[in-house]
């Protein structure tokens, strides 16, 4: 089989997702697995080949997607046309012995819909416990409806979009999505209750990707803190830390095969035993770097152990600049321990920061965006007054990305901001901070942020725009433009509480009327509670009493 991942080499690869299951799936004796990339600078009519050993992708047994984000959609489409495969999954059915399509990753089991049309078969969940069974009892040469259909009904997980049909309303909402085949209404989401269990890092160490010859560890999934507009957050629940020892030898491994070692999680400085775990990286000699690190967690302590790390820059993440906004969004910060944590970190000898925010969240004004700028500012005036002791200024940048509204969480519901109004603020942000010496802002392109939110919120026919745009070379306003179905429908309408959702038969334990509640309490600015992560002190969202 082939496992491909739908955009470039160096993205692919910079994946711990990818080369996780590209592990697991050789480890299984009777599968051989290669990888398969969108290719950079081909022949158009050059047939895509394996990279192990340039076998045409058309055949293999299976062509595994591994997907993480919503805009590698289209690339799905490509790359399926050019192994020489007919896109829809339909015209796949004649005699001629084809590959299965299979499709997994995160963005699948938020919202599989847009790319259900050319998909055979999904795997919704942790690849960890999903790859064995299905691949146990795969059968090339077998039937494969009656595989497929076998699967579906037996396997948590399997979801087989011939086997589901919808209907809608006269208002274009979905009225309904039943099974057709007797398979469950809903599909169960597979969960890995024990992380210790198996070990998630590198497979493959190379310098062709974003993180540079890095080796990079899992150190955890999902997050206590429930942010509102955070998928990971709801869908990873509860929130799973790697054990010490567990990390020390992984990382152990690592030092044998880089300098470099990335500790990767939704909440890594959460992590029990993170100063322990920096302190071995300091003895090893190894630069370490964290995916993000929460400002209320970085006590001179811990960061004496990130400086021991050889850690550069860190990464924290306000999201909002008014405490107003922050309590919107459910983040647990206060102006005082930003502030403090960046002050911190530079008088601990870590000279660069960079810091997350977004605009376009729910309720935000444009006085929140003012008080953006302010906050940047008054970090970079507590980065000034530390740096001057130290007699070196760092750099701090701003990372300013759209919001778009997503599956499962208690912002599903709510309106995405327009286009216009999304550069409106950017503008406001990058204007109001380049006068400021050693700041500088990076934005995401509004247009690209309005086709994820698209793909991310999209139903099954949303498929025809993912074709058309395909047939298009990929030119949207023209995809747009003559399409009958309207984009913004999607994108820019808020959604009633009792409107059937087009990923509401993905079955993450989460009860809806929480996620509702959670959005109520948004539109109030109350916040709640970080989740215990212990079925016997907490059964709020509905996660821990269905594990």
Not at 462 to 478: I, R, S, T, V
């Amino acid at each position: 089989m082939a496992l491909v991942y739908p955009n470039h080499y160096a993205v692919g690869m910079a994946s711990l997702g990818f080369q996780t299951v590209y592990r697991r799936l050789n480890a299984l004796p009777h599968v051989l697995c290669e990888r398969a990339f969108l290719p950079e600078n081909e022949d158009p009519g050059a047939p895509l080949v394996s990279l192990e050993s340039g076998r045409p992708l058309g055949e293999f047994d299976a062509l595994a997607f591994s997907i993480s984000f919503e805009n590698d959609y289209a690339h799905v489409l490509t790359i399926l046309q050019k192994a020489g495969l007919p896109l829809p999954a339909t015209c796949r059915g004649g005699s001629l012995p084809l590959p299965l399509i299979l499709a997994g990753g995160v963005s699948c089991f938020l919202n599989p819909e847009p790319l259900a049309p050319f998909i055979d078969c999904f795997l919704l969940g942790e690849a960890e416990g999903l790859l064995a069974p299905f691949f146990t009892r795969f059968d090339p040469a077998a039937d494969r409806r009656r595989f497929l259909l076998e699967a579906a009904r037996d396997m948590p997980g399997v979801y087989v979009p011939a086997f589901y049909q919808e209907a809608y309303r006269a208002d274009g909402t979905l009225a309904a999505f039943r099974p057709m085949q007797a398979v469950p209404e809903k599909i169960r989401r597979v969960y890995s209750t024990d992380l210790s269990e198996f070990a998630t890092h590198s497979t493959v160490v190379t310098p062709d990707t974003g993180f540079d010859d890095a080796y990079l560890i899992e150190v955890s999934r999902g997050c206590p803190h429930g942010c509102r507009f955070c998928a990971a957050g709801y869908i990873y629940r509860p929130p799973r830390f790697r054990p010490l020892p567990e990390l020390l030898a992984v990382m152990q491994q690592g030092a044998d095969l880089s300098r470099k070692v990335g500790l990767l999680g939704a909440a890594v400085s959460d992590l029990p035993g993170l100063k322990a775990l920096c302190d071995q990286g300091r003895q090893l000699g190894l630069q370490l770097s964290f995916s993000s690190l929460r400002a209320d967690a970085l006590d001179d302590e811990l960061i004496a152990a990130l400086k021991s790390g050889r850690l550069k820059t860190a990464t924290i993440a306000p999201e909002a600049g008014s405490q107003r906004l922050r309590q919107v969004i459910n983040k647990g910060l206060d102006e005082t321990a930003i502030l403090g944590a960046a002050e911190r970190l530079v008088a601990g000898g870590i000279p660069n920061l960079k810091l997350y925010f977004m605009v376009g969240l729910p309720t935000e004004t444009d006085a929140d965006v003012d008080e953006l700028v302010a906050l940047v500012k008054r970090i970079k005036d507590r980065f000034l007054r530390s740096s001057r002791t130290r007699g070196r200024m760092g750099d701090i940048t701003v990372s300013l990305n759209s919001f778009v509204p997503k599956p499962f969480t208690p912002f599903q519901w709510a309106a995405m901001d327009d286009a216009a109004s999304l550069k409106q603020k950017i503008k406001r942000v990058k204007d109001g901070l380049k006068k400021t010496a050693n700041v500088r802002v990076h934005a995401d392109v509004p247009r690209w942020a309005y086709i994820q939110a698209l793909l991310s919120r999209g139903d099954r026919r949303c498929g025809q725009l993912l074709l058309d745009a395909h047939g298009n070379d990929g030119n949207w306003p023209q995809t747009f433009k003559s399409s009958a179905l309207n984009p913004d429908f999607y994108i820019h309408r808020q959604r009633a509480k009792q409107e059937l959702l087009p990923w509401d038969f993905i079955d993450h334990g989460l009860d809806k009327d929480f996620l509702w509640r959670e959005y109520e309490r948004a539109l109030q600015a109350k916040e709640t509670p970080a989740c215990p992560a212990d079925p016997d002190k907490c059964g709020l969202c509905g996660v821990c009493r269905q594990l």
